[in-house]
């Protein structure tokens, strides 16, 4: 897809569609743990797989990604539109997995070829999954037909397992007591919520990337207005951001600005006005106003309203009366079900443990800059970094345990020579934060090498000094571009997918199987094929990267961390 601003601002293509397009997924904590979820419960054994979220929140590509990194040896059928009838349902699954039926089949016999088709595709060693978006539209009879379909089972495993993909309201659907069976099956489910601020920055730089940018064109206080405007819900986001570069390139301007954002908020989502006032509650605040007068009346006629009516405090109804009646608007109402929804607790919830990470920011805000004076930290200020990037670069081989003569004319191409590779990219601090590298950062027009991130403070590494500085003058201070340094395969050249072959391909196959504490053909001259990428995108997916079975830079490097040699690591250890 296009747009007239891609070539003003130097994109291949139109960052924000709306399109499920898996190769532009966020993958964010609660993205991948969703993902993973999924991958779970297909590699299990039971019935129904459950993925609820709010409008927009990014269900169907999360599904998407899910299907290109599927096992090959698993079938699966795709229900977009779920108002059907329990009999057209069953027809739409059978064209899906190609099973013939006759025409004008019944419940039954829809059933038996569906049956028959499962026994032997488990005959063959084959699994069949069923995938059903906006199954919130379900209705209950057909439900309990999707139950029945499970019945079939070995005893090992269910033959046909089915994903449900819906909005909140499917949840208080299998909350009924007459889908209590179903609601017992569910062996994996998880609701996906909205993005919080850091996320949505991460979020935009990352879907620029991918679309070619090489720059930021948002400002953090545009960041800051999507943030209020979108709630954090990523379709609405893209909406917003795609007209606001509209707007960008229709004024002649390079960044996206705050006004420029309320602008086209105001073009997609349409003006806000009040919401229509709530007569209940104005009807209970006129009582309870009458309520109130009626005993101030009693108590001047009786002679014992001698104090003053102002030392009078106003009732608890009337507070909160007050509160509620407060004006709302209605696109602060269309997203107050987002923010306020909380999922009821499942019968049956599968847990899945979290990888060991480095704490996201959004868990550690630092606290400003005036609070930490304990903490010992250097204002960003008062610090002079290098004037030329080969200079840091060359603080950063240091601690790879490299150092050239002549710091000034430290270079990627050299360190390319000794197996080192550069990595340039933009992303936000959390995204940095989980490559987990020292990476060098320009700093008001200056150089440096970030070594290490607490929960408030960075140390800038400048020579052989050591700067602590507060994290919140980083980060007003920094773009959000970065290069770190990765170790290479042998005979590392470009990525590698399939059909290569070389002494890249023989290394990655011989770490795979390390990795995975497999045994295996070590013989050179391995051709990446079909097996191999399974595993390259089963290893994305565990690792937190896009399965999209190509190793690429982010892959090695997350290879790099289940190596043996000494890598240094961003929290001031090395492996």
């Not at 707007?247 to 301007?253: A, F, L, M, V």
């Not at 606290?367 to 204002?379: F, K, R, V």
């Not at 320009?442 to 140390?459: H, K, M, V």
């Amino acid at each position: 897809m296009t747009s007239i601003y891609n070539d003003y601002f130097g994109l291949k293509e139109s960052p924000f569609s709306i399109a499920p397009n898996p190769q532009y997924l966020y993958m964010s904590d609660r993205h991948r743990e969703a993902l993973a979820h999924l991958m779970y419960g297909i590699q299990g054994d039971g019935a129904f797989i459950l993925l609820s979220g709010e409008v927009g929140t990014g269900k169907t590509t999360i599904c998407r990604c899910l299907l290109e990194q599927i096992p090959t040896q698993v079938d699966t059928a795709f229900i977009l539109n779920p108002k059907l009838t329990a009999a057209e349902l069953l027809a739409a699954a059978c064209d899906d997995l190609k099973i013939s039926y006759p025409q004008g089949a019944t419940i039954k016999v829809l059933t038996d070829c569906i049956n028959a088709y499962l026994l032997e595709a488990h005959a063959n060693d084959r699994r069949t999954v069923l995938i059903i978006d906006e199954a919130q539209n379900l209705s209950i009879e057909v439900l309990e037909q999707l139950r029945l379909l499970t019945n079939l089972e070995t005893n090992q495993r269910k033959l046909l397992q089915i994903i449900l993909l819906g909005q909140p309201e499917l949840l208080v659907l299998l909350a009924k007591p007459e889908l209590r069976q179903l609601s017992q099956r569910i062996t994996a489910r998880f609701h996906l919520n909205a993005l919080n601020r850091d996320e949505i920055s991460a979020y935009i730089k990352h879907r620029l990337v991918v679309a070619g940018a090489k720059g930021t064109f948002f400002t953090k206080p545009a960041i800051d207005r999507i943030y209020k405007i979108s709630q954090g819900i990523p379709r609405i986001i893209n909406l917003v951001c795609d007209r606001s570069l509209l707007g960008t390139y229709s004024e002649g301007e390079l960044q996206v600005t705050p006004k420029i954002v309320a602008k086209a908020a105001s073009e997609i989502l349409g003006p806000e006005t009040q919401a229509s006032p709530n007569w209940r509650l104005i009807a209970i605040a006129s009582i309870g106003s009458l309520v109130v007068l009626t005993g101030l009346l009693i108590l001047m006629l009786t002679g014992e309203s001698e104090a003053p009516i102002a030392q009078i405090q106003p009732t608890a109804q009337q507070e909160t009366v007050a509160t509620i009646n407060q004006p709302m608007t209605a696109r602060e109402d269309q997203f107050a079900d987002a923010t306020a929804y909380v999922a009821p607790a499942p019968q049956q919830s599968l847990e899945i443990a979290e990888p060991v990470r480095l704490q996201t920011f959004e868990e550690t805000q630092p606290a400003p800059y005036g609070d930490q004076s304990s903490t010992n930290l250097t204002s960003l200020r008062l610090i002079r970094g290098h004037d030329i990037a080969g200079a840091a670069l060359n603080d950063l081989l240091q601690l790879w345990g490299v150092d050239f003569t002549d710091p000034d004319s430290a270079s990627c191409e050299l360190a390319e020579t000794i197996g080192l590779f550069c990595f340039s990219s933009i992303a936000g601090l959390n995204e940095m934060n989980d490559f987990d590298r020292p990476v060098v950062i320009n700093l008001n027009n200056q150089w440096f090498t970030l070594i290490e991130l607490d929960r408030g403070s960075a140390s800038l590494k400048v020579d052989n000094t050591i700067h602590s500085v507060p994290v919140a003058e980083l980060l007003d201070a920094w773009s959000g571009n970065f290069t770190l340094l990765w170790r290479a395969p042998p005979g590392y050249k470009a990525p590698i997918s399939i059909g290569d072959r070389g002494p890249a391909v023989d290394w990655l196959v011989n770490r795979l199987q390390v990795i995975n504490d497999r045994t295996g053909p070590t013989t050179p001259g391995y051709v990446f094929d079909g097996e191999l990428e399974v595993q390259v995108k089963q290893f994305q997916l565990t690792t937190g990267l896009t399965p999209d079975g190509i190793a690429g830079v982010k892959t090695w490097i997350k290879i790099n961390d289940a190596d043996d040699i000494e890598t240094p690591r961003l929290d001031g250890e090395s492996l």
